[in-house]
């Protein structure tokens, strides 16, 4: 047996997300809304059973690189059905639905980070002011997207005076009184049902994030208790 490889001469990274769009029809309106958010599509598939397959990728740099990959489909007919099966049992949407339906929604609504979400990092806060208001515009101009995105920003916890004077300029982040589980960063939040995810095949959360450069201990490195 050789010797064991030493990790620090191993670059490890996350190769792919895989996302789905609940309808076949939700496809095109659902890739969209992930090149609004900044992700470079690379493929495009169109699948036998109906719908599309996507490839995206966040590094605009190396479009075929094996890594930095989103990948877009429409949701499988067995998940589907184990979904369905789900709702049917806690009575989803009538009038004795499961408290615990009740309950996970408020958990959400309270916490976009409550459940499984997809987050994208970016280096220009700028460039995530830029991309946030390109989803508000989707919304307000596509009728396709009407009512199916919901909006949640975090500020960067105070005391940085540098980071303040900027938020409080910012389009996006001026007046929030939300703030991070962690310093020297921001968070936005869309959360959509075009692309489906949980228990109960309900809405994914897409989170943006910013990282001010210069300080180690920084959102992305170490977690604070801050609401």
Do not use: W
Request: proline share 6%; charged share 25%.
């Amino acid at each position: 047996m050789s010797e064991r490889i030493d990790r620090t001469q191993v670059v490890q990274t996350i190769s792919h997300v895989n996302l789905h769009y609940p309808e076949a029809t939700d496809g095109p309106a659902a890739a969209l809304l992930l090149e609004a958010a900044g992700l470079v599509r690379t493929q495009e598939l169109a699948l036998p059973q109906g719908g599309t397959f996507y490839r995206f990728t966040a590094n605009v740099h190396a479009i075929n690189r094996p890594d930095n990959i989103v990948y877009l489909s429409p949701l499988p007919a067995a998940t589907a059905a184990l979904i369905n099966a789900a709702r049917d049992g806690l009575r989803y949407g009538a009038r004795d639905e499961h408290p615990a339906v009740a309950a996970y929604r408020a958990a959400q609504a309270s916490d976009p980070e409550h459940n499984f979400h997809v987050g994208f990092l970016f280096d220009s806060l700028d460039y995530l002011e830029e991309r946030f208001e390109a989803f508000k515009a989707l919304e307000a101009s596509d009728p396709r997207f009407a009512g199916r995105l919901k909006f949640l920003v975090n500020r960067a916890l105070p005391g940085d005076a540098a980071i303040d004077a900027r938020l409080d300029i910012s389009p996006l982040y001026r007046g929030v009184t939300r703030y991070t589980h962690g310093r020297y960063g921001v968070q936005a939040f869309c959360e959509t049902d075009m692309i489906v995810d949980g228990p109960l095949g309900e809405g994914l959360v897409l989170e943006f994030d910013y990282v001010f450069p210069g300080h180690d201990d920084h959102i992305m490195a170490v977690s604070e208790k801050t609401r």
